[in-house]
């Protein structure tokens, strides 16, 4: 048999929430079942979305534009920039693997918090670059920390803002000291894939930091307040020259037709958006006190996510919620072996799974 290269063995894969047709069919559950594990948005995909893909499906033999021509032009404008500086890509998540594959060598080393998305990790990896994992304070991002961690052979820093799975968020002041101090031969990759539920007014803007002149690589995503994970749309937005390099590794058609029509539709769902943070900031506000009712720890969220501890294995949790058809999520590789981290549904499903936590507990 073939070998695999040694770098694949350091590499964990990553697991996603359990969809809710595999849970049922290993359960055998019947009954209404609840996903609250991947940061879905609990009100569905945008409704222009819907019917821009129902339109495109009549062309579904063929290709998409390979450029993502339009999306670009109309993402563009919307966000006052040129479509050279925008990677389009099959989810966000895409570009981390890319922008590692571009800039590391093996000799090469990558700075993440401990505690940050776990695909930071496996980019590196695949690049097979040198990992320095950096402990978190207070639960994010310890910039201070990260910048001491600095090495000669550094090329990249992966920061998640709000953090993926805490729900933290790295205020103004500390990016600002952050991008002043970090060498120029450093690429910045700054994940904002909940970026659409700030309203904080110390969130850094990090178009600042790109209109500065400094290395970053800023992603967004399609797949939170508008409702499209299941379609895959992201995009990175970043200098014309680190776009035209990420993009030599891109695959050709690597975004489909529906996701581009989809994308563009979005766009113009203000409506969708509105009331998709609406129920975001309404089930904040009744997830916290019901976590304080029952004791529980719980971080204050930035994202549509919150992060409980338990103060006990959280797997033993997770099973019991799973058997009365509330999913949610472990994060023990993330370093937390009492957490959870709970999607914030819409009212009902909320009330379901606290109704749901004080039986299991």
């Not at 952050?178 to 990759?189: A, W, Y």
């Not at 930035?302 to 009365?324: C, M, P, T, W």
Request: glycine share 6%; with cysteine.
């Amino acid at each position: 048999m073939i070998q695999p290269r040694d770098f694949l063995k350091k590499i964990s894969p990553y697991k996603p929430g359990k969809p809710v047709e595999q849970v049922a069919r290993e359960l055998r559950l019947k009954g209404e079942i609840i996903k609250l594990a991947s940061n879905e948005n609990p009100l569905g995909p945008s409704p222009l979305a819907t019917r821009a893909i129902r339109r495109a499906l009549k062309e579904a033999n063929l290709y998409p534009d390979d450029n993502c021509y339009y999306f670009k032009e109309k993402l563009a404008g919307r966000l006052g920039l040129e479509p050279e500086n925008l990677f389009v890509a099959n989810g966000s998540v895409e570009i981390l693997p890319l922008a590692a594959l571009a800039y590391l060598d093996p000799e090469h080393s990558a700075i993440v918090s401990e505690g940050a998305f776990i695909w930071f990790k496996i980019a590196v990896r695949i690049a097979d670059g040198e990992l320095i994992e950096v402990p978190m304070k207070n639960h994010t991002h310890d910039l201070k920390r990260m910048l001491k961690a600095i090495k000669k052979n550094t090329r990249l820093v992966y920061i998640a803002n709000p953090n993926n799975p805490t729900g933290t968020m790295v205020t103004k002041d500390a990016a600002d000291e952050f991008f002043k101090k970090i060498p120029d031969d450093i690429l910045v990759i700054m994940d904002e894939a909940y970026y659409d539920y700030i309203d904080d007014p110390e969130y850094p803007d990090s178009f600042t930091y790109l209109r500065q002149g400094k290395n970053i690589v800023i992603l967004r995503t399609f797949s939170k307040i508008y409702g499209l994970a299941g379609v895959r749309l992201g995009y990175g937005i970043s200098s014309k020259e680190t776009i035209a390099n990420l993009a030599k590794l891109r695959i050709s058609f690597n975004v489909n037709r529906l996701s581009q029509v989809a994308g563009m539709a979005a766009l113009d769902d203000a409506d969708h958006i509105k009331k998709g943070k609406a129920v975001n900031d309404a089930g904040k506000k009744y997830l916290y006190d019901a976590y304080e009712k029952l004791g529980l720890f719980y971080l204050p969220t930035y994202a549509n996510f919150i992060f409980v501890d338990f103060g006990r294995d959280s797997q033993v949790v997770f099973e019991a919620l799973q058997k009365h058809g509330v999913i949610t999520r472990t994060i023990k590789e993330y370093g937390f072996p009492h957490a959870l981290r709970i999607t914030i549904g819409t009212e009902e499903q909320n009330r379901k799974l606290i109704n749901v936590l004080k039986k299991v507990l």
